[in-house]
């Protein structure tokens, strides 16, 4: 998953999109080791080291990983999209965000 993510990232990075994750390894520590290994450079939330953490438990994720889509008016607009199907929410939401704002469509 984080070799998609990371193409993502980079496609998107002119665009107004963030890929945020949400971390329950054991410490900070352990994350950071990962990040680093796995070459991640987005932003991650440390979630005090717990699947049952503030973050999971407020937004009720059961499993690993597990995807949201959001908005930019913070609406979830889908959820357990991965690869393709990924790709395919985020440009749809990124073009209709441009339509609103007057701009062009994303290219892929």
Same mark, same amino acid.
């Given at each position: ?58 937004? *009720? #994720? %059961? +499993?690993?990983?597990?995807?949201? =889509?959001? @908005? ?6 889908? &959820? *357990? #999209? %991965? +690869?393709?199907?990924?790709?395919? =929410?985020? @440009? ?6 441009? &339509?609103?704002?007057? +701009? ?5």
């Amino acid at each position: 998953m984080y070799e998609h993510e990371r193409s993502l990232v980079k496609r998107l990075k002119d665009e107004k999109f963030t890929l945020l994750g949400i971390n329950s390894d054991d410490s900070p520590e352990t994350w950071e080791a990962a990040a680093k290994r796995e070459e991640l450079t987005w932003p991650v939330m440390f979630d005090g080291g717990s699947t049952d953490g503030p973050i999971a438990t407020q937004w *009720g #994720v %059961r +499993g690993w990983p597990t995807v949201y =889509v959001i @908005d930019a008016k913070g609406v979830i607009r889908s &959820k *357990g #999209v %991965r +690869g393709a199907d990924m790709d395919e =929410v985020v @440009d749809e939401l990124l073009a209709e965000m441009k &339509k609103e704002e007057g +701009g062009a469509q994303v290219p892929r």
